[in-house]
């Protein structure tokens, strides 16, 4: 059962045509038609094009430069390494902005805040996603000396940059991401922890609580911490630790925010603490920066670095090396290729040159060696690779240093003062990054995740759904002789092996799915990686909705135990949970719902909308209280489409007269895909009757600030959400959220 590996002959790549469709979608160069002008081979050439000229700087001549360029090329195109997203996008382009993700700060001034959402808005248009510690902002209700007024506190300032973040189109490809964080003796800590259980609230924000080791040793001993203020440095305030932090625990178990940042342990290992200290990370939480810092990523395919037969598979080391090698090469070069969006971000970055070499396909590398995800033989293997990975990048990076010189603060660093002296070209060299998108494109299991699901159902646009099976488990069935259309179906259905018994059990225990898997193993799995990679880890642990507060307080207990820089939890479902009981309502109190009756008159608004089905005509009426009741229509449609239309308008006129309210349904119906899309005039999208509806009523009804805080809904359809692409379901893996439907991701 020997295992095939893709071969770079002249323009041909085996890339799944899910890898295209990503492709196609985000990354590849576009005409004036919006239609792709280059193919994939196309794009990895001009990527290692333009990464190979960094060669120059130090005196290479043009044949070097041609070799380093094959080289480039064919790491990438067999995908045994790719590098983050915006490197892919922009390489060899006009914009060349190649980092994935950028530190800001905020100091505690106005000019500070609005500087760092000007600074936010070119960064989300460059492609990257940002990171802030609100730590330093005053209380809410603290003095304001200059206009005598009082703070309205750091929350009340994420909202800034949550409405920022909407309007602004990253790099014409997705909507910018962004981490908060706030230090856990801040004054405002309960409101940042809680803020969240309204999932309207800053939906482009992951947020986590800066737990010091202080207050986490108090917490186990069940004792009081200080609230200092920031702007005087009192103490304010003694609150015992476990209260607070059962309010982490119990917002996490809601809606999956807070996650936790074990800060102290961070900046026990920051490579230049004479620069400062780190004060945040990047939106997914495995890259801590200092101020002004960027991120510049890449990932090595783990199952292209195994040979031999699925299940007694064997690590090639010489290829991993060869590839470390190769990769670290590449993302310094990356730092000399980048047109950074502020010269803070170039200077700070150029002088730690720091790279995050990470890793991707875990999972399949796994099920390759014939290693059961949750074992003590994972988690030896995680070690042994992660190790191997840091010294091979380490010599990389010094064999660097000897060419290009040392990273230019390193007489500032640590490594100065260490017993050799260790001459590095990069202040850190591996982060365990999210590998959304790019594991999609490579063919591989994501990050250091187990599978998401062993087989699933993907929509294809003639409404047809086809069943798409983990090709490693397919070539298992074949191999042995069970598989069958009719049991890939019900491994669709469930997405785990573990209840179906029509499979042989060590073919289940190897093919093991994350809901298999408990929270300890996720934790013990990434707190191995943890220990051989210089900056952290980015990685989901991933709990069924029966799961417990207790479940989740363990959880974040063990990770601090075992060393973690930080962790994040995700309930399943618990987002969709969270909107069926919100507010202090007659409905939270369970009296039903009485839709209030019809006045004598209405006043009304009706708009066109484009559909692919032809145009809707959307009347709104409104009675004194505000939006009563919607009715559509379709033109000369009839059918079906005539049917469900006025169905819909029926529902939604009856929300409306319940008192639920209008930004409500938009949530609900927004970004809802049929087959058949639309183009509004001005280039607008409209992706289903649905999707107009919202439109229509968001157009009417809501002030431009509630067009603000909608983006397409997270509650639908379980899991994490909706996909705002294809309608599909988003999962929650690495901190992000990402639907293997039509390759959407929020990371890279």
Known sequence: MSVRQPA???????????????????????????QPKEGPEDMFHRVAGSIALAERNYGASDEEIAQWEQRFYEVMARLEFLPNSPTLMNAGRPFQQLSACFVLPIDDSMESIFDAVKHTALIHKSGGGTGFSFSRLRPK??????????????????????????????????RGANMAVLRVDHPDIMEFIRVKRDQSQLTNFNISVLATDDFMQAVIGDQSYDLINPRSAEVVEARPARAVFEEIVESAWECGDPGVVFIDQI??????????????????GEQPLL???????????????????????????????????????????????????????????????KVGLGVMGFADALIHLGIRYDSEEAMTAAEKIMGFIREQAQQASVALAEQRGAFPNWDKSIYRSSENGLKLRNATLTTIAPTGSIS??????????????????????????????????????????????????AIAAHGSLAEIEEIPADVRDLFRTAHDISPEWHIQIQAAF?????????????????????????????????????????????????VLSTGKTEQALGAPLQPRPRPEAVTGETRNMSTGCGNLYVTINSDERGPFELFGNMGKAGGCV??????????????????????????????????????????????SCADAFARAIERTVLSEAAQLRIDFNPERNGHAGACPECGGVLYHEEGCRKCYGCGFSQCD
């Open 8 to 34: 770079v002959e002249g323009n041909e790549l085996e890339l799944a045509p899910n890898a295209l469709t990503v492709l196609r979608r985000r990354y590849l160069v576009r005409d004036d038609e919006g």
């Open 141 to 174: 209700d603290d003095i304001v000396s200059s206009t005598k007024g009082v703070s309205s506190g750091p929350v009340s300032f994420m909202r800034v940059f949550d409405a920022a973040t909407d309007a602004i189109k990253q790099g014409g490809t997705r």
């Open 267 to 284: 900046n026990a290992e920051n490579p230049t603490p004479a620069l400062g200290e780190i004060e945040s990370t990047n939106p997914c």
């Open 291 to 353: 101020p002004y810092e960027s991120c510049n990523l890449g990932s090595i395919n783990l199952a292209k670095m195994v040979s031999g037969e699925i299940g007694t598979g064997q690590i090639n080391w010489d290829t991993l090396a060869d590839t470390v090698q190769v990769a670290v090469r590449f993302l310094d070069n990356v730092i000399d290729m980048n047109k950074f969006p502020l010269p803070q971000i170039a200077e700070m970055t150029r002088g730690n040159r």
């Open 440 to 489: 999609i494109i490579a063919g591989t299991s994501s990050g250091i995740e187990p599978l998401f699901a062993v087989a699933f159902t993907r929509r294809i646009l003639d409404g047809e759904e086809l069943v798409e099976v983990n090709p490693l488990f397919e070539q298992v069935a074949c191999d042995r002789g069970f598989h069958s259309p009719e049991l890939m179906k």
């Open 530 to 578: 943890q220990k051989y990679t210089d900056n952290a880890v980015s990685k989901t642990i991933n709990l069924a909705n029966e799961a417990t507060v207790e479940d989740i307080r363990a959880a974040y207990m063990f990770a601090y135990e075992l060393g973690c820089k930080g962790v994040t939890i995700y309930r399943d479902g618990c987002r969709e949970a969270q």
């Open 642 to 687: 005539a049917s469900q239309t006025e169905a819909l308008a029926r529902l939604i006129s009856l929300s409306l007269r319940s008192g639920i309210g209008p930004e409500h349904v938009v949530k609900q119906l927004k970004g809802i895909s049929c087959h058949m899309p639309a183009w509004e005039a001005g280039g607008r999208k409209v992706l």
